[in-house]
């Protein structure tokens, strides 16, 4: 039973460590309509980044699509189509 209860401890405590590691990071790709110019990519680019849990952003003007590596223990990628759509540009995920 000792051991048990050890075990039980000992997976708690390695859980916990695990968890204040670091960002668990993730990379989605959106499509963004409407970046014309350079302009626009800055503007949706500002948006993201200044989102919390955005680690980084790439911008295809040429193809309508954002790559976003992201914490995603505090975003999902409906929540950057969201930060995307409220800088004024037309988004979606997944990327079509």
Do not use: H
Request: charged share 25%; with cysteine.
């Amino acid at each position: 039973m000792k051991r048990y209860i050890l075990l039980l401890l000992l997976a708690f405590v390695l859980a916990g460590q695990a968890e204040a590691a670091g960002p668990v990071v993730k990379e989605t790709t959106l499509t963004v309509r409407r970046m014309i110019c350079s302009s626009c990519a800055t503007a949706v680019e500002k948006a993201l980044r200044g989102t919390d849990g955005v680690q980084e952003v790439t911008i295809d003007t040429m193809n309508d699509k954002v790559r976003v590596k992201y914490d995603e223990r505090k975003l999902t990628p409906q929540q950057l189509v969201e930060v995307v759509k409220k800088s004024g540009y037309q988004a979606s995920w997944p990327a079509q």
